[in-house]
């Protein structure tokens, strides 16, 4: 058999109000009890507007009881480390001082946390005096989060256009640092603006959420390949270890370079030259890091510039920078080797 509920005296007086207006308001108070909104009138005769009525929708939104809700004041349900902007806001609307709704974040039974849109009506008697306040909240919860979804993309849609336009005001200062002809200025500026281009396009196919290593490597070796008729030139190994898309930029760039230096002076100026592509997951003391070579074989013996390009700093400089690793770049005689060494991304040496 069920213990009997033992109802403090506040709680009592609470029902007791609320069976008086239930019948001197009718309609209106059924209504307010099946309607999907949530609800509750609270008493303006008492100190901190104590809650005399709450509807099913204000209980499933809360978690509470309606027994745990009765009598308590309306503030109770403030989030914990609600500002006093907050707190003064709901005063204003119980004191009749503001006309449109507020903004609140509200504490669930379970101590989760809702934002509500809440509208403070008040309740007069045949006088006029305020003698109860009518509360209807909407859940904003859903829409909060989207809001600072949304301000999160436009933060991080800043950052990229600014490391975007970062990397071409780059493009454009080398182009012009490395010779005066408009012909040859046109040509390195569009083709890396081209490479940059299709490792956007690859992003944006993923949302925006990193890709897969193979496929950022085809994507920027995709001129150098099928364009050129050398794909059997190319010996690609290793897994489509997914990357960020910081890392994704940076490698797209940095491939394009590697292989505009092949066609100029490397393996690609020739009709037998050949690269091989590789990468593994290697410990190390601070964590797993990623190792990429990139190695020509059969063209013409690798030769050390006597003067860093655009494609040298690229490397050596940015790409280290932007992956928070380090490049060697080995000329050979049999062809150069680029080692590209960088943390490896978050469970890339799974299985």
């Known amino acids: 058999m069920a213990e009997p509920v033992i109802k403090s005296e506040g709680q009592k007086v609470a029902e007791a109000e609320v069976e008086s207006f239930r019948r001197d308001l009718g309609p209106f108070v059924v209504a307010a009890e099946t309607t999907r909104m949530a609800m509750v009138f609270t008493d303006a005769k008492e100190l901190g507007n104590p809650i005399i009525f709450a509807n099913d929708a204000f209980l499933e939104l809360s978690g509470y009881a ?3 809700l009765l009598g308590q004041s309306f ?3 403030m989030a914990r480390g609600t500002d006093l902007d907050s707190l003064a806001r709901i ?4 004191a009749g001082d503001v006309t449109g709704g507020s903004e609140i974040c509200y504490r669930r039974k379970n101590g989760s946390e809702f934002w509500s849109a809440i509208l403070i009506s ?3 008697d045949e006088r006029g005096d305020v003698v109860q306040h009518f509360a209807s909240l909407v859940d904003l919860t859903d829409h909060k989060q989207e809001q600072a979804q949304s301000r999160m993309l436009i933060d991080e849609l800043n950052h990229r256009v600014k490391n ?12 012009l640092r490395n010779t005066s002809d408009p012909e040859v200025i046109r040509d390195s500026i569009e083709s890396r603006l081209f490479a940059l281009s299709r490792s956007h396009d690859l992003l ?3 949302n925006w959420e990193g890709a897969g290593l193979l496929d950022l490597i085809k994507a920027a070796l995709e001129p150098f390949g099928i364009a050129n008729g050398r794909s059997e030139h190319f010996v690609i190994t290793g897994s489509n270890i997914r990357v960020s898309p910081k890392v994704t930029l940076a490698l797209g760039i940095a491939f394009h370079e590697l292989a505009t230096n092949a066609v100029k002076y490397g393996a690609f100026s020739n009709n037998i030259g050949s690269v091989l ?3 593994t997951i290697e410990p190390s003391p601070e964590g797993d890091r990623l190792v990429l070579r990139w190695q020509e074989k059969d063209g013409p013996p690798a030769i050390a510039p006597s003067r860093k390009g655009f494609g040298s700093r690229v490397l050596e400089r940015g790409l280290a ?3 928070e690793g380090a490049v060697d770049l080995d000329y050979r005689t049999d062809g150069v080797v680029c080692t590209i060494s960088f943390p490896a991304p978050i469970g890339a040496g799974d299985g």
């Open 66 to 68: 309606r027994e745990e």
């Open 75 to 77: 503030n109770f349900l």
């Open 91 to 94: 005063e204003a609307a119980f």
């Open 122 to 124: 008040p309740v007069r």
């Open 164 to 175: 975007t336009l970062a990397t071409v005001q780059s493009i454009v200062w080398q182009a």
């Open 204 to 206: 944006t196919r993923e």
């Open 277 to 279: 592509i590789s990468w």
């Open 321 to 323: 920078h932007e992956l």
